[in-house]
């Protein structure tokens, strides 16, 4: 006789069966097609394989080489980047308060814990937040924004706290989305462009309306540039704003303030919104550099500027801190219709809230220890060997890809990349067609396959056309940078002799 059991096990394999066999619901044939479209490069197939091959490794499978180096992403910790102690302590208190009697955390760590709490509902970072997230860790941004700005006015309440900018960034992008029917609307992109604004704009179905960078110029931005993309694409796009990525992803470079003022006046003039992408502020190396707040440089500008609409981005994943899993962001939209803020309020509430986690430690960013404080002088020392380390790795890896016969670089003035260009034999590129591969595809895809480094090729980001490129990060600690850039140039040499 059939027990309860087997009849449950019976009854779920006739259900699985049954199932199984039919069409589902929802296919390839059927599904948004605007996802279909979507590319992210820097989680692509590449970044898929290199996965793959750990795991070969792993299985005693034999290389040329006995580890993959990831150089696809700025993922500062996974490269051996350490946290910043003060960081991780407020975190740790807030996680677990119990820990506010242990007298090994300084007074100054538990007193942010204790104004964090003191925000959270039922005094723990487990409830939820107000969807734009603590008004606490909002005045705080709201004030750190004001200093870094020389004063200039920044209202707490134009503060949205998210989960990485990533998110704040496409909560604004689908404002400016249509209806669906009629001309689509447009967002001009710089060119290369970070991919998460390819890809956001494939999925709400919108138009890129990209500008080139200028190589030649340290990446710089050309204001004709500008003017000639704005004309190509007015007649099929409704261009309703612009994109500047500042310091660049993934070019590396730092806006000087002259180009800023141009971008300005161009937006003005096209009546365009902003966004202000500048989670690398903090990341600034090349002597002569130096970072410009968007809104500073439009608000000493003055009228008819001073009016622009605004949205500016930044992050805890980036600068020193490198805390890239812990999701913490914020987003200062500027001069914004009142009707529109309300509904972009009413958009982001449906998400409930940003990670509380993630709101603690944007807080702990923008309200570091003050002089005088006990955590002081460890804390400024940690942030300024950490800045120190990647400067001089970022000069490291771009004067050594100098040195390689068909390889350029620019300066690597900002942010945590390189994007190097590549000569490329033309029997490589007849190579690539046949494969059906993009020549620098083609290149990355040999490169990891002979060495372990996984590389992005340029075309995820963009690029000139005839002009082949890749992103590399300057992240990996000096001695795997050192081997990396030595399995780069053993390869590349080998390459260029196969494909003469």
């Known amino acids: 006789m059939m027990n309860f059991r087997q009849g449950l096990l019976l009854s779920s394999r006739t259900l699985y069966t049954s199932s199984s066999i ?53 993922d500062a ?66 004030e750190y924004i004001m200093e870094r700005d020389g004063g200039i006015e920044s209202d707490w309440r134009n503060i949205i706290l998210c989960a990485g900018a ?11 989305t249509g209806p669906g029917t009629g001309t689509r609307p447009g967002v001009m992109i710089p060119i290369p462009q970070y991919p998460l604004y390819s890809a956001s704009l494939a999925e709400y179905n919108m ?21 000639r993309s704005y004309q190509a694409a007015k007649d099929k796009s409704d261009i309703k704003a612009i994109v500047v990525i500042n ?90 219709d009142p009707g529109v803020m309300a509904m972009l309020q009413k958009s982001i509430s449906a998400k409930l809230c940003p990670t509380v986690i993630g709101q603690a430690c944007m807080d702990v960013v923008v309200n570091p220890p003050k002089p005088g ?20 790795r970022a000069k490291l890896v771009a004067d050594t890809l100098n040195s390689i016969q068909g390889i350029t670089c620019n300066t690597v003035q900002g942010a945590m990349y390189a994007f190097p260009c590549i000569s490329l034999p033309e029997k490589a590129m007849a190579a690539a067609k046949e494969a059906g591969q993009p020549a620098d595809v083609f ?31 300057i992240l990996p600690q000096k001695d795997m940078i050192n081997e990396m850039l030595g399995r780069l140039k053993e390869f590349h040499m080998k390459f260029l002799a196969d494909y003469a």
Request: with cysteine; net charge negative; glycine share 10%.
């Open 247 to 336: 310091p660049g992803n993934p070019t590396g470079q730092v806006l000087t303030r002259d180009n800023l003022e141009a971008v300005i006046k161009f937006a003005a003039e096209k009546k365009l919104f902003v966004f202000a992408d500048e989670v690398y502020q903090q990341n600034v190396y090349a002597e002569g550099s130096a970072f410009h707040s968007f809104k500073k440089v439009m608000m000493e500008m003055g009228a008819p500027y001073n009016g622009l609409e605004v949205a500016s981005f930044m992050t805890c994943s980036k600068g020193y801190m490198g805390e890239c899993g812990i999701r913490g962001g914020y987003a200062e939209v500027v001069n914004m």
């Open 443 to 473: 290149y990355a895809s040999h490169l990891l396959e002979a060495t372990g480094i996984c590389i992005i090729p340029g075309s995820g980001f963009g690029q000139q056309p005839g002009t082949f490129h890749f992103r590399t990060t």
């Open 166 to 176: 990533s998110e704040g960034i496409r909560g604004c992008l689908k404002l400016l």
């Open 77 to 142: 910790h996974a490269m051996g980047n350490k946290p910043i102690t003060f960081i991780r302590q407020v975190l740790a208190l807030i996680t677990h308060p119990p820990l506010l009697d242990n007298e090994e955390f300084p007074e100054d760590a538990k007193s942010r814990a204790r104004a964090i709490l003191a925000g959270c509902k039922g005094g723990s970072v487990g409830s939820y937040s107000d969807s734009p997230g603590l008004e606490v860790i909002r005045r705080h941004v709201a």
């Open 22 to 74: 039919m069409a589902p619901t929802v296919a390839l044939d059927n599904m948004n097609p605007c996802i279909k479209k979507m590319e992210y490069a820097v989680r692509g197939p590449l970044v898929i394989r290199a996965t793959a091959i750990e795991q070969e490794l792993l299985e005693g499978v034999k290389k040329p080489f006995t580890s993959v180096i990831k150089a696809n992403i700025g």
């Open 373 to 392: 404080d006990p955590s002081h002088d460890s804390w400024s020392g940690e942030v300024a060997a950490t800045l120190a380390s990647y400067a001089d």
């Open 207 to 227: 138009d890129q309306v990209g500008y080139y960078l200028d190589e030649s110029r340290n990446w710089a931005l050309d204001p004709a540039e500008l003017e």
